[in-house]
């Protein structure tokens, strides 16, 4: 399976939300990330991540692993991928909206759950408690979730 990232970043009782702008999850809010490259670790490339897309930088000291979670979609093997999911303890600069993602502050009890991917009201409550976690989940050609498994 492919490996990719995901960050949170949750500072004075809000969360940093990004709109994806093209690609995969186009027009949905959620953390940022992405592939992993070949020459670099998964932690690596979440911090290469986080700076493509919010011009934010942070060092493998200022991160946290806190979950995986395991896609799966019926149209396509080749989209599987294990989701390495960061929590980002510290980091430098102003989150600055790219080519790719809008950056948007959310209150915790205003999370657009609505606008985002169906597995994020599964997980995303966890992260926020400072849980660790591991999950499947799949998901059918249209986007929708069809089942999932919680592993720990």
């Given at each position: 399976m492919k490996q990719a990232t995901l960050w949170i970043l949750v500072e004075h009782e809000k969360i940093l939300l990004c709109m994806k702008k093209r690609g995969f999850w186009v027009g949905k809010w959620n953390g940022a990330g992405g592939k992993v490259d070949l020459w670099e670790t998964v932690a690596e490339g979440m911090i290469r991540e986080l700076h493509e897309e919010t011009l934010l930088e942070c060092w493998l000291e200022d991160i946290k692993t806190r979950g995986l979670l395991h896609f799966y979609f019926s149209e396509s093997k080749t989209f599987a991928q294990d989701v390495h999911v960061f929590e980002i303890?510290?980091?430098?600069?102003?989150?600055?909206?790219?080519?790719?993602?809008?950056?948007?502050?959310?209150?915790?009890?205003?999370?657009?759950?609505?606008?985002?991917?169906?597995?994020?009201?599964?997980?995303?409550?966890?992260?926020?408690?400072?849980?660790?976690?591991?999950y499947d989940f799949y998901f059918d050609v249209t986007g929708h979730m069809t089942e999932y498994r919680k592993i720990r």
């Open positions: 303890l510290q980091y430098q600069g102003s989150p600055t909206e790219t080519e790719e993602m809008r950056p948007e502050w959310y209150a915790l009890d205003a999370i657009p759950y609505s606008e985002m991917w169906e597995d994020d009201v599964i997980w995303l409550p966890r992260f926020l408690k400072g849980e660790t976690f591991e």
